[in-house]
């Protein structure tokens, strides 16, 4: 049973960091694309940041130069790096494996960003 398990949410700081690991299991994981998803609340589902099973990243605009992708395939977990944190990037995070007609999701980790 193919599970993706999300941690390191929680509350941070303006300003502050939190890392976001996804942990996945009965997939090939270096075959997978790996996304991180976020929605807050009363809003729709958008992408963070994803990373291509060759390495490649791609980042929403409003996250760029503060948010950082990466995976480690020997560990079949994808990170995401949380820097200079604002209280619009409240929300839950979702981790996302594709690879080809096959999709799966986490069950989603709370991030609230207050002081």
């Known amino acids: 049973q193919v599970q993706l398990s999300e941690s390191g949410g929680g509350l941070g700081q303006p300003g502050g960091s939190l890392r976001l690991s996804c942990a996945a299991s009965?997939?090939?994981?270096?075959?997978?694309?790996m996304g991180w998803y976020r929605q807050a609340p009363g809003k729709q589902r958008e992408l963070v940041a994803v990373i291509s099973s060759g390495g490649t990243t791609t980042s929403a605009g409003s996250v760029k130069g503060r948010f950082t992708i990466s995976r480690d395939n020997a560990k079949n977990t994808v990170y995401l790096q949380m820097d200079s944190l604002k209280p619009e990037n409240t929300a839950v995070y979702y981790c996302?494996?594709?690879?080809?007609?096959?999709?799966?999701w986490g069950q989603g980790t709370q991030v609230t960003v207050s002081s």
């Open positions: 009965a997939i090939t994981f270096c075959l997978y694309n």
């Open positions: 996302r494996a594709h690879w080809m007609t096959r999709a799966y």
